[in-house]
């Protein structure tokens, strides 16, 4: 639940998932996502390689809030890199987060369920 939205997201909590992210596909559903869940708590970066659909991406520190969002162009290898240290990262189709008025320093709820990082 992302500022009393609700998301459905697909959880990459290993390597090989952070890595192929959400590369090759063609669309994300509406309210749909990918969230990364990274072994540590850091200044995680995020790119665009190999991924054809635009998306935003929100940096979420372990304690839910978020701490930036940037948005990311297809194709694009440019670096979005989290502002604070953070444990998490929730790509959404671009700017969903604007849409849906989320901005750095909401709370996202559920990442309890979402597992540890291997």
Same mark, same amino acid.
């Given at each position: ?10 959880? @990459? ?23 990364? =869940?990274? +072994?540590k @708590?850091?200044?995680h ?8 659909? +635009?998306?935003? =991406? @929100? ?22 890199? @989290? ?5 998490? $990262?929730?790509?959404?189709?671009a ?11 909401? $709370? =996202? ?10």
């Amino acid at each position: 639940m992302v500022n009393g939205h609700e998301i459905s997201a697909t959880v @990459a909590s290993t390597f090989a998932q952070r890595e192929q992210g959400l590369m090759n596909r063609r669309d994300l559903g509406r309210d749909k996502g990918m969230l990364f =869940v990274f +072994p540590k @708590a850091g200044h995680h970066s995020m790119w665009m390689k190999n991924t054809l659909i +635009p998306l935003s =991406v @929100a940096f979420i520190d372990r304690n839910g809030v978020i701490v930036n969002i940037e948005e990311m162009a297809a194709l694009s290898l440019d670096r979005h890199t @989290a502002q604070k240290p953070a444990k998490y $990262a929730l790509e959404m189709n671009a700017d969903w987060f604007r849409h849906h008025g989320v901005k750095a320093g909401n $709370a =996202v709820r559920g990442l309890d369920h979402a597992g540890r990082a291997h």
